[in-house]
């Protein structure tokens, strides 16, 4: 049975920094790409970015270019999300996707894993 469990989630004030963590187990996703994608209160799934099999190509949604960063450990079957200053407006809940595509992108019906999502709360 495949699982991706997220973690990492907490509060922090605005201008603050937390790092996801998303633990694959059932498969090995060292060769698909992999994604973060966010719920916020009120608001349809937004994607939040992808990486690559090989961690060599990353998209970023223009709301989190250059202070959110994705990466992978292929050996741990681990994505992660490294975020930087933090604003009020990224408070949502993440989730973590795995896809089986060769290229997977920005919407949400190319994944085919989806993780039960870390809340994430920035007070301002």
């Known amino acids: 049975q495949v699982q991706l469990v997220e973690s990492g989630g907490g509060l922090v004030q605005a201008g603050g920094s937390l790092r996801l963590s998303c633990a694959a187990s059932?498969?090995?996703?060292?060769?698909?790409?992999m994604g973060w994608f966010r719920r916020a209160p009120g608001k349809e799934r937004e994607f939040v970015a992808t990486?690559?099999?090989?961690?060599?190509?990353?998209v970023y949604a223009d709301s989190v270019k250059g202070r959110f960063t994705i990466s992978r450990d292929k050996a741990k079957n681990t994505v992660y999300l490294q975020m930087n200053s933090l604003k009020p407006e990224d408070t949502a809940v993440y989730f973590c996707?795995?896809?089986?595509?060769?290229?997977?992108?920005?919407?949400?019906?190319?994944?085919?894993?989806w993780g039960q999502g870390t809340q994430v709360t920035v007070s301002s």
């Open positions: 996707a795995a896809s089986f595509r060769v290229v997977a992108g920005v919407d949400d019906y190319e994944y085919d894993y």
């Open positions: 059932g498969r090995t996703f060292s060769s698909y790409p």
């Open positions: 990486i690559t099999w090989s961690g060599g190509n990353r």
